[in-house]
């Protein structure tokens, strides 16, 4: 397997060849586990406050993508610039202190805490005051941005509820408030919308479309309904690769995107 490029020759890599003012930068991005190719020479911008869908079928690549983008895994060819910064073989913590958030396709929620806590910790956790013990007063400047962000994702009813209660559609709605905390500056969702109902991938979708217009998203969604409500791009991978790039309207009308991903028709 092909080593990762080391952090000198990432820096070479990306002198001359950045595009300014993009929020997120991905220049040949590959990522190899022995003789497979996970993901194949990935290049892709998305500006600040763009809202970009990675779509595609199970195996082409989007899981992958996200964990290079987020530091769980090194790419091992090609580099990554988020707001400028070449970010490459930053771990993810360093990626989350520069503003990049991501949710997960498993929950990974404190079930025994409630709503308000879980959401007063993601904020602790990214705040100058991270490893205080102290028990924050009622006046306290982050309590006061949970309960902000418990409003933002719908939850207010549900604030003082035990996580372990809630309904599954209302964890993956919580997920989005600890992934808001910190004043993020682009967040990776990783199907949001898996195993909602109508009702809460509706919720879902106003959601998504109320979050500050300078917060930028990639979103990796199987529903096509979804995604294509919630983005202004949308870029489908198949077998690794980019496939094709466009706006929904052109990737929902597109005949080969239909044929590979749709069962030859979307209604």
């Known amino acids: 397997m092909n080593a990762p490029v080391a952090p000198s020759r990432l820096t070479q890599l ?29 290049t892709l911008s998305v500006k600040p406050g763009e809202r970009r869908a990675v779509l595609g079928s199970n195996g082409a690549g989007k899981t992958t993508l996200f964990n290079c983008i987020a530091g769980d895994f090194l790419p091992t060819a090609g580099f990554i610039r988020f707001f400028g910064e070449d970010v490459t073989v930053f771990p993810p913590h360093e990626r989350i202190r520069r503003g990049l958030r991501r949710t997960y396709q498993i929950s990974s929620l404190f079930t025994g805490l409630s709503v308000i806590d879980n959401v007063y910790l993601a904020c602790v956790g990214v705040s100058r ?3 205080s013990l102290i028990r924050p007063r009622a006046d306290d400047a982050l309590m006061h941005a949970a309960g902000m962000l418990v409003d933002a994702v719908h939850l207010t009813g549900e604030k003082e509820r035990l996580v372990g209660e809630l309904a599954y559609g209302q964890q993956r709605q919580l997920e989005i408030a600890l992934a ?13 919308a898996a195993g909602l109902s109508p009702t809460e991938r509706s919720d879902l979708i106003h959601i998504l479309t109320s979050l500050p217009n300078h917060i930028g998203y990639i979103i990796i969604e199987h529903d096509m309904d979804v995604a294509l409500r919630v983005a202004e791009s949308v870029t489908m991978m198949h077998n690794g690769r980019i496939f094709k790039e466009g706006r929904p309207e052109e990737i929902e009308d597109d005949p080969e995107v239909q044929e590979l991903y749709l069962g030859g028709g979307h209604g």
């Not at 990306?14 to 993901?39: D, P, Q, V, Y």
């Not at 808001?180 to 949001?192: Q, T």
């Open 14 to 42: 990306g002198a001359g060849t950045t595009t300014s003012g993009n929020a997120l930068e991905l220049r040949g991005i590959t990522k190899m586990f022995g003789a497979l190719a996970a993901i194949s020479d990935v």
């Open 129 to 131: 005051n991270r490893f």
């Open 180 to 192: 808001l905390s910190g004043a993020p500056r682009f967040i990776l969702f990783d199907e949001p």
